[in-house]
């Protein structure tokens, strides 16, 4: 996965927070989904088995969250794992 900016990761964490709609699609297409908002993944980093945090979980965690997505090495395939 390539670098993004902390902007852009801000914006994942804000629609996977409050966004129903993207969440729903970044469950069944994570690929699609984050390349709406400009992030690419290639399809082999993306578990078969997907879940995630509640929203709730990830609004109160927010800052948290970005700061290991922001230095952690492939962590989109971790997230979508659900694993907190």
């Known amino acids: ?3 993004h900016s902390p902007q852009d990761l801000d914006l994942l964490l804000s ?12 469950l069944s297409d994570p690929q699609t989904a984050l390349g709406g908002l400009g992030i690419r993944i290639d399809a082999g ?3 078969a088995l997907r879940s995630l945090p509640s929203k709730e979980v990830l609004a109160a965690n927010r800052h948290a969250i970005k700061g290991k997505l922001e230095n952690a090495a492939g962590a989109i395939p971790f997230f979508l794992s659900g694993q907190r």
């Not at 629609?15 to 699609?25: M, T, V």
Request: aromatic share 12%.
């Open 1 to 3: 996965m390539a670098s």
């Open 45 to 47: 980093q993306i578990p």
């Open 15 to 26: 629609k996977l927070s409050g966004d129903d709609g993207f969440r729903q699609s970044f």
